[in-house]
T-cell receptor
Framework: DAGVIQSPRHEVTEMGQEVTLRCKPI?????LFWYRQTMMRGLELLIYFNNNVPIDDSGMPEDRFSAKMPNASFSTLKIQPSEPRDSAVYFC??????????????FGDGTRLSIL | AQTVTQSQPEMSVQEAETVTLSCTYDTSESNYYLFWYKQPPSRQMILVIR??????QNATENRFSVNFQKAAKSFSLKISDSQLGDTAMYFC???????????FGKGTKLSVKP
């Protein structure tokens, strides 16, 4: 079975540019999560979708970040304009079931984002 | 606030020996789920083991087992017969029953030495 697919694997861009990260969850999973990993803050949730609807976006740092899930098989995380402090590894994860049954989340390989 | 604490930033173990990684958490919820994830140098996040808080029996997966002490809010991971491929960062995490997202500890870097 195909796992969670993220693209690109690496992204290097200059400050001020728009960055779009993409995620294809595991087929049949109805929950999708975007996490960010940095040395300083560890792994933290950015946003969480259930059945394509954003449920919790309290972790989105500021208005420069936006996320969409137009259908059950695709999600994007966009940063505009990007800043050097956005440099991190961004993970997408998906799980089956609702929020009450603690189903394990399966992670993509992550996107390493470097903003110069 | 919900928190997860991993008090051992780094650990090392000889190949074939047993090692235990510590994790404590803080929550007022009664319904929650606990996880250990492994992140090797390849950066992947790999699920190691899952524990349901309402189950008293400790979860096991091959060489990996947990010691779940609900009253103490402790969830340690024991790796038996350590292998070189176990070298990785290990993250303890939990999900509250009322929420969907994982809350992670800062991780323990485990090195298995030949």
């Amino acid at each position: 079975d195909a796992g969670v697919i993220q693209s690109p694997r690496h992204e290097v861009t200059e400050m001020g540019q728009e960055v779009t990260l993409r995620c294809k969850p595991i087929s049949g999973h109805n929950s999708l999560f975007w996490y960010r990993q940095t040395m300083m803050r560890g792994l933290e949730l950015l946003i969480y979708f259930n059945n394509n609807v954003p449920i919790d976006d309290s972790g989105m740092p500021e208005d420069r970040f936006s996320a969409k899930m137009p259908n059950a098989s695709f999600s994007t995380l966009k940063i505009q304009p990007s800043e050097p402090r956005d440099s991190a590894v961004y993970f997408c994860a998906s799980s089956s079931g609702g929020s009450l049954d603690g189903q394990p989340q399966h992670f993509g390989d992550g996107t390493r984002l470097s903003i110069l | 606030a919900q928190t997860v604490t991993q008090s051992q930033p780094e650990m090392s173990v000889q190949e074939a020996e047993t090692v235990t990684l510590s994790c404590t958490y803080d929550t007022s919820e009664s319904n929650y789920y606990l996880f250990w994830y492994k992140q090797p140098p390849s950066r992947q996040m790999i699920l190691v083991i899952r524990q349901e808080a309402y189950k008293q029996q400790n979860a096991t997966e091959n060489r990996f087992s947990v010691n779940f002490q609900k009253a103490a809010k402790s969830f340690s991971l024991k790796i038996s017969d350590s292998q070189l491929g176990d070298t990785a960062m290990y993250f303890c995490a939990f999900i509250r029953g009322s929420q969907g997202n994982l809350i992670f500890g800062k991780g323990t870097k485990l090195s298995v030495k030949p």
